[in-house]
């Protein structure tokens, strides 16, 4: 019985392809060799299309990551304005406190003043 081309290895193909011109060992071996080519080929098309899927997902999560760092960038831009304004508003209650202690100092004071010199 003899040995079909798509049961042997790449060398004993190789040397089918090397029989003489035009034998029919010579010619199923390139048949063979050329099978081979094209599931490979076919295969090689197949992954870069997978691959090709996987990069337009890669690159709709990247665009996802992009917006989500905008709109992280814009609520902290948002939070130090907040932050720069309740700074103030701090800094104008200290001032009103700081003019609230004086005003009760000074009143405390007359009031001591008062009780020490009676008129």
Known sequence: MAIEPKEIGIEELAEMANAFEGSDVRHKAQIEIKRRELKAQAEATKAQKEAIAVQKVAAEAEAKAAEASIITAKATER????????????LWSVGVAAISAIASAVS????????????
């Open 79 to 90: 939070a130090a304005a907040a932050t720069e304004r309740n700074a103030k508003l701090m």
């Open 108 to 119: 405390a004071y007359y009031s001591y003043w008062s009780a020490v010199h009676p008129r």
